[in-house]
Protein backbone atom coordinates (compact mmCIF):
# COMPACT_ATOMS: atom_id res chain seq x y z
CA UNK A 1 0.00 0.00 0.00
CA UNK A 2 1.15 3.77 -0.61
CA UNK A 3 1.22 6.36 1.45
CA UNK A 4 0.43 9.94 1.07
CA UNK A 5 -0.40 12.84 3.26
CA UNK A 6 -0.34 16.40 4.19
CA UNK A 7 2.49 18.04 6.34
CA UNK A 8 2.81 21.45 7.57
CA UNK A 9 5.89 23.62 8.19
CA UNK A 10 4.99 25.15 11.23
CA UNK A 11 7.93 27.98 13.16
CA UNK A 12 8.41 31.40 14.04
CA UNK A 13 9.53 33.50 11.57
CA UNK A 14 13.00 33.03 9.80
CA UNK A 15 13.18 29.76 11.00
CA UNK A 16 14.15 28.70 7.49
CA UNK A 17 10.44 27.27 6.66
CA UNK A 18 10.41 27.98 2.71
CA UNK A 19 14.09 26.99 2.56
CA UNK A 20 13.34 23.66 3.44
CA UNK A 21 9.92 22.90 1.29
CA UNK A 22 12.23 24.05 -1.42
CA UNK A 23 15.15 22.17 -1.00
CA UNK A 24 12.65 19.36 -0.14
CA UNK A 25 10.78 19.46 -3.48
CA UNK A 26 13.78 20.01 -5.44
CA UNK A 27 12.82 23.26 -6.96
CA UNK A 28 12.16 27.29 -6.17
CA UNK A 29 8.18 27.24 -4.80
CA UNK A 30 8.32 29.37 -1.87
CA UNK A 31 10.49 32.94 -1.81
CA UNK A 32 12.94 33.19 1.04
CA UNK A 33 14.74 36.23 2.17
CA UNK A 34 16.72 37.11 6.02
CA UNK A 35 13.35 39.44 6.62
CA UNK A 36 11.00 37.92 9.06
CA UNK A 37 7.45 37.93 7.81
CA UNK A 38 8.99 36.81 4.27
CA UNK A 39 5.70 34.12 3.62
CA UNK A 40 2.23 35.44 3.45
CA UNK A 41 0.16 32.63 2.15
CA UNK A 42 0.22 28.76 2.52
CA UNK A 43 1.90 27.48 -0.38
CA UNK A 44 2.04 23.77 -1.38
CA UNK A 45 4.73 21.91 -2.85
CA UNK A 46 4.44 18.32 -3.21
CA UNK A 47 7.40 15.53 -3.49
CA UNK A 48 6.05 12.13 -4.77
CA UNK A 49 9.01 9.41 -4.25
CA UNK A 50 8.96 5.53 -4.85
CA UNK A 51 5.10 4.92 -3.20
CA UNK A 52 5.04 7.95 -1.03
CA UNK A 53 3.73 11.28 -1.58
CA UNK A 54 4.15 13.95 0.94
CA UNK A 55 2.30 17.12 0.51
CA UNK A 56 4.03 19.69 2.39
CA UNK A 57 2.41 22.79 3.28
CA UNK A 58 4.40 26.11 3.89
CA UNK A 59 3.02 28.36 6.02
CA UNK A 60 3.86 32.20 7.22
CA UNK A 61 5.84 32.26 10.66
CA UNK A 62 3.72 32.45 13.85
CA UNK A 63 3.79 35.86 14.93
CA UNK A 64 1.37 38.06 16.79
CA UNK A 65 -0.64 39.93 14.36
CA UNK A 66 -1.37 43.64 14.54
CA UNK A 67 -2.80 44.37 10.96
CA UNK A 68 -5.46 42.88 8.72
CA UNK A 69 -2.93 41.40 6.95
CA UNK A 70 -1.27 39.48 9.75
CA UNK A 71 -4.38 38.00 10.86
CA UNK A 72 -4.95 36.27 7.42
CA UNK A 73 -1.38 35.29 7.74
CA UNK A 74 -2.46 33.60 11.20
CA UNK A 75 -5.33 32.05 9.84
CA UNK A 76 -3.20 30.10 7.20
CA UNK A 77 -1.42 28.61 10.13
CA UNK A 78 -4.43 27.90 12.19
CA UNK A 79 -5.60 25.91 9.11
CA UNK A 80 -3.09 24.23 8.11
CA UNK A 81 -2.77 22.88 11.83
CA UNK A 82 -6.63 21.37 11.54
CA UNK A 83 -5.76 20.22 7.91
CA UNK A 84 -2.73 17.78 7.81
CA UNK A 85 -1.91 14.54 8.75
CA UNK A 86 1.87 15.55 10.15
CA UNK A 87 3.10 18.60 11.95
CA UNK A 88 7.17 19.74 11.52
CA UNK A 89 7.57 21.89 14.09
CA UNK A 90 11.05 23.87 13.02
CA UNK A 91 13.51 26.12 15.69
CA UNK A 92 15.98 28.37 14.52
CA UNK A 93 18.92 26.83 16.82
CA UNK A 94 20.85 30.11 16.71
CA UNK A 95 17.41 31.93 18.27
CA UNK A 96 17.11 32.15 22.17
CA UNK A 97 14.04 29.99 23.26
CA UNK A 98 10.91 32.45 24.39
CA UNK A 99 7.46 33.01 24.68
CA UNK A 100 7.55 32.75 20.81
CA UNK A 101 8.36 29.59 20.54
CA UNK A 102 5.98 29.01 23.76
CA UNK A 103 3.48 29.91 21.70
CA UNK A 104 3.82 27.39 18.64
CA UNK A 105 4.55 24.38 20.79
CA UNK A 106 1.02 25.50 22.48
CA UNK A 107 -0.31 25.36 18.73
CA UNK A 108 1.35 22.13 18.19
CA UNK A 109 -0.40 20.53 21.23
CA UNK A 110 -3.88 22.17 20.61
CA UNK A 111 -3.33 20.57 17.10
CA UNK A 112 -2.88 16.79 18.55
CA UNK A 113 -1.65 16.05 15.89
CA UNK A 114 1.33 13.98 15.47
CA UNK A 115 4.66 15.83 15.20
CA UNK A 116 8.20 15.91 14.21
CA UNK A 117 10.63 18.72 15.65
CA UNK A 118 13.46 19.93 13.63
CA UNK A 119 16.31 22.18 14.69
CA UNK A 120 17.52 24.11 11.64
CA UNK A 121 20.45 26.01 10.98
CA UNK A 122 23.02 23.36 12.57
CA UNK A 123 25.86 24.60 10.43
CA UNK A 124 25.97 27.72 12.44
CA UNK A 125 26.73 26.21 15.85
CA UNK A 126 28.92 24.08 17.32
CA UNK A 127 27.84 19.93 18.16
CA UNK A 128 28.36 20.79 22.00
CA UNK A 129 25.46 23.66 22.02
CA UNK A 130 23.36 21.00 20.18
CA UNK A 131 22.63 18.37 22.73
CA UNK A 132 21.34 20.58 25.52
CA UNK A 133 18.77 21.98 22.62
CA UNK A 134 18.19 18.49 22.44
CA UNK A 135 17.20 17.60 25.62
CA UNK A 136 15.88 20.92 26.70
CA UNK A 137 13.25 20.16 23.09
CA UNK A 138 12.56 17.27 24.14
CA UNK A 139 10.77 18.17 27.15
CA UNK A 140 8.47 20.49 26.22
CA UNK A 141 6.59 18.16 23.64
CA UNK A 142 6.36 14.28 22.33
CA UNK A 143 7.82 14.54 19.74
CA UNK A 144 7.46 11.52 17.35
CA UNK A 145 11.63 12.63 16.19
CA UNK A 146 14.25 15.26 16.75
CA UNK A 147 16.11 16.15 13.97
CA UNK A 148 18.98 18.65 13.96
CA UNK A 149 19.21 19.80 10.22
CA UNK A 150 21.15 22.10 7.89
CA UNK A 151 18.44 23.35 5.06
CA UNK A 152 21.04 25.27 3.30
CA UNK A 153 23.96 22.92 3.67
CA UNK A 154 21.22 19.79 3.48
CA UNK A 155 22.31 18.36 6.52
CA UNK A 156 19.91 15.59 7.39
CA UNK A 157 17.74 16.33 5.07
CA UNK A 158 17.56 13.08 3.69
CA UNK A 159 16.55 11.22 7.55
CA UNK A 160 14.16 13.98 7.89
CA UNK A 161 12.56 12.76 4.68
CA UNK A 162 13.01 9.29 5.60
CA UNK A 163 11.07 10.20 9.30
CA UNK A 164 8.29 11.82 7.62
CA UNK A 165 7.11 8.86 5.32
CA UNK A 166 7.94 6.56 8.34
CA UNK A 167 4.77 8.89 9.92
CA UNK A 168 2.75 9.22 7.10
CA UNK A 169 -1.03 7.60 6.67
CA UNK A 170 -1.62 4.95 4.11
CA UNK A 171 -3.36 5.84 1.18
CA UNK A 172 -3.61 6.24 -2.34
CA UNK A 173 -1.65 9.25 -4.49
CA UNK A 174 -3.63 12.63 -3.78
CA UNK A 175 -1.97 14.45 -7.08
CA UNK A 176 -0.30 12.79 -10.56
CA UNK A 177 2.99 12.35 -9.31
CA UNK A 178 4.41 15.05 -11.30
CA UNK A 179 2.52 17.17 -9.88
CA UNK A 180 4.64 19.86 -7.82
CA UNK A 181 2.48 23.20 -6.73
CA UNK A 182 -0.54 24.98 -6.80
CA UNK A 183 0.83 28.01 -7.14
CA UNK A 184 -0.30 30.28 -10.14
CA UNK A 185 2.06 31.37 -12.44
CA UNK A 186 0.68 34.60 -11.55
CA UNK A 187 1.37 34.81 -8.10
CA UNK A 188 4.81 33.62 -8.29
CA UNK A 189 5.73 36.45 -10.69
CA UNK A 190 5.02 39.21 -8.17
CA UNK A 191 6.38 36.35 -5.78
CA UNK A 192 9.68 36.62 -7.29
CA UNK A 193 9.65 40.88 -7.69
CA UNK A 194 8.45 41.03 -3.72
CA UNK A 195 11.20 38.50 -2.71
CA UNK A 196 13.75 40.93 -4.81
CA UNK A 197 12.38 44.16 -2.69
CA UNK A 198 12.80 41.84 0.75
CA UNK A 199 16.22 40.93 -0.27
CA UNK A 200 17.38 44.74 -0.92
CA UNK A 201 15.32 46.55 1.44
CA UNK A 202 15.75 47.16 5.42
CA UNK A 203 13.87 48.25 8.61
CA UNK A 204 10.07 48.17 8.26
CA UNK A 205 9.87 48.20 4.32
CA UNK A 206 10.13 44.57 3.51
CA UNK A 207 6.80 44.97 5.79
CA UNK A 208 4.93 47.25 4.43
CA UNK A 209 5.51 46.67 0.66
CA UNK A 210 3.33 44.33 -1.56
CA UNK A 211 3.14 43.72 -5.47
CA UNK A 212 0.38 43.80 -7.72
CA UNK A 213 0.80 42.57 -11.11
CA UNK A 214 -0.32 44.62 -13.93
CA UNK A 215 0.00 43.07 -16.97
CA UNK A 216 1.73 40.02 -18.30
CA UNK A 217 1.84 39.77 -22.32
CA UNK A 218 3.31 36.47 -23.43
CA UNK A 219 2.34 36.85 -27.06
CA UNK A 220 5.69 37.34 -28.28
CA UNK A 221 6.88 34.29 -25.94
CA UNK A 222 7.15 31.91 -29.20
CA UNK A 223 10.07 34.55 -30.19
CA UNK A 224 11.73 34.19 -26.71
CA UNK A 225 10.15 36.98 -25.15
CA UNK A 226 7.43 37.83 -22.37
CA UNK A 227 6.92 41.31 -21.02
CA UNK A 228 5.36 42.09 -17.06
CA UNK A 229 4.33 45.13 -15.47
CA UNK A 230 4.34 45.34 -12.09
CA UNK A 231 3.27 47.92 -8.98
CA UNK A 232 5.40 47.60 -6.11
CA UNK A 233 2.77 48.89 -3.25
CA UNK A 234 4.21 51.04 -0.07
CA UNK A 235 2.41 52.77 2.64
CA UNK A 236 4.25 56.34 3.02
CA UNK A 237 5.91 58.53 0.47
CA UNK A 238 9.32 58.73 1.83
CA UNK A 239 9.09 54.39 1.57
CA UNK A 240 8.77 55.24 -2.12
CA UNK A 241 12.09 57.42 -2.23
CA UNK A 242 13.95 54.42 -0.60
CA UNK A 243 12.50 51.84 -3.08
CA UNK A 244 13.09 54.30 -5.93
CA UNK A 245 16.33 55.17 -5.06
CA UNK A 246 18.68 57.87 -5.54
CA UNK A 247 18.23 58.68 -9.32
CA UNK A 248 16.18 55.29 -9.47
CA UNK A 249 19.64 53.18 -8.71
CA UNK A 250 17.50 51.04 -5.86
CA UNK A 251 14.28 49.87 -8.06
CA UNK A 252 16.77 49.09 -11.10
CA UNK A 253 18.60 46.72 -8.61
CA UNK A 254 15.31 45.30 -7.78
CA UNK A 255 14.18 45.17 -11.83
CA UNK A 256 17.54 43.49 -12.93
CA UNK A 257 17.55 40.74 -10.29
CA UNK A 258 13.90 40.00 -10.28
CA UNK A 259 14.47 39.86 -14.26
CA UNK A 260 16.67 37.23 -14.42
CA UNK A 261 14.89 35.03 -12.11
CA UNK A 262 12.07 35.56 -14.04
CA UNK A 263 13.70 34.32 -17.25
CA UNK A 264 14.75 31.37 -15.44
CA UNK A 265 10.71 30.94 -13.80
CA UNK A 266 9.28 31.35 -17.36
CA UNK A 267 12.43 29.30 -18.91
CA UNK A 268 12.87 32.40 -21.67
CA UNK A 269 15.72 33.91 -22.82
CA UNK A 270 14.22 37.90 -22.26
CA UNK A 271 11.85 39.53 -19.54
CA UNK A 272 10.98 43.30 -20.60
CA UNK A 273 10.25 43.96 -16.61
CA UNK A 274 8.36 47.65 -16.13
CA UNK A 275 8.17 48.33 -12.70
CA UNK A 276 6.48 51.39 -11.24
CA UNK A 277 5.93 52.23 -6.94
CA UNK A 278 2.92 53.30 -5.67
CA UNK A 279 1.65 54.36 -2.31
CA UNK A 280 -1.21 52.78 -1.21
CA UNK A 281 -2.20 54.06 2.51
CA UNK A 282 -2.88 51.37 5.20
CA UNK A 283 -3.46 48.64 2.42
CA UNK A 284 -2.16 46.02 5.38
CA UNK A 285 -5.47 46.90 6.94
CA UNK A 286 -7.65 46.78 3.72
CA UNK A 287 -9.61 43.63 2.92
CA UNK A 288 -9.94 44.63 -0.88
CA UNK A 289 -6.18 45.38 -1.42
CA UNK A 290 -5.40 42.02 0.43
CA UNK A 291 -7.24 40.16 -2.09
CA UNK A 292 -5.51 41.89 -4.95
CA UNK A 293 -2.10 41.14 -3.51
CA UNK A 294 -2.95 37.56 -3.16
CA UNK A 295 -2.81 37.53 0.75
CA UNK A 296 -5.82 35.27 0.91
N1 LIG B 1 22.91 29.24 7.91
C1 LIG B 1 21.70 28.81 7.60
N2 LIG B 1 20.77 29.69 7.16
C2 LIG B 1 19.55 29.22 6.87
C3 LIG B 1 19.21 27.84 6.97
N3 LIG B 1 17.92 27.68 6.61
C4 LIG B 1 17.48 28.91 6.26
N4 LIG B 1 18.44 29.85 6.41
C5 LIG B 1 18.33 31.29 6.17
O1 LIG B 1 17.36 31.82 7.04
C6 LIG B 1 16.66 32.92 6.43
C7 LIG B 1 15.17 32.67 6.51
O2 LIG B 1 14.81 31.62 5.65
P1 LIG B 1 13.30 31.41 5.16
O3 LIG B 1 13.25 30.09 4.49
O4 LIG B 1 12.80 32.59 4.41
O5 LIG B 1 12.55 31.32 6.57
P2 LIG B 1 10.98 31.13 6.85
O6 LIG B 1 10.87 30.31 8.09
O7 LIG B 1 10.29 30.62 5.65
O8 LIG B 1 10.55 32.61 7.18
P3 LIG B 1 9.06 33.29 7.10
O9 LIG B 1 8.50 33.01 5.75
O10 LIG B 1 9.36 34.74 7.30
O11 LIG B 1 8.28 32.70 8.22
C8 LIG B 1 17.20 33.02 5.01
O12 LIG B 1 18.19 34.03 5.00
C9 LIG B 1 17.81 31.64 4.78
O13 LIG B 1 18.86 31.64 3.83
C10 LIG B 1 20.22 26.94 7.43
O14 LIG B 1 20.03 25.73 7.57
N5 LIG B 1 21.44 27.48 7.74
MG1 LIG C 1 8.79 31.41 4.53
Known sequence: ??????????????????TLLNRLVGQKISIVSDKPQTTRNRI?????????????????????????????MMNMVYSALKEVDLLIHMVDVTERYGKGEQYVIDLIKTAEKPALLVLNKVDL???GKLL?????????????EIIPLSSTEG???DVLLQKIIENLPESEFLFPSEYVTDQQQRFMIAEIIREQ???MTREE??????????????????EGFVSINASIIVEKENQKKIVV???????????TAARLELQKLLGVPKVFLGLNVRVVEHWRDREEILNEVGVS
Not at 138 to 144: A, C, N, T, V
Not at 207 to 214: E, K
Not at 245 to 255: L, R
Open 155 to 157: INV
Open 1 to 18: MSKAGFVALIGRPNVGKS
Open 125 to 127: ISK
Open 44 to 72: LGVLTRGDAQIIFVDTPGVHRPTYRMNKR
Open 132 to 144: PLIDFFSHQHDYR
Open 245 to 255: GHAGQMIKAIG
Open 205 to 222: LPYSTAVQLDAVDENRRT
Open 197 to 199: VLQ
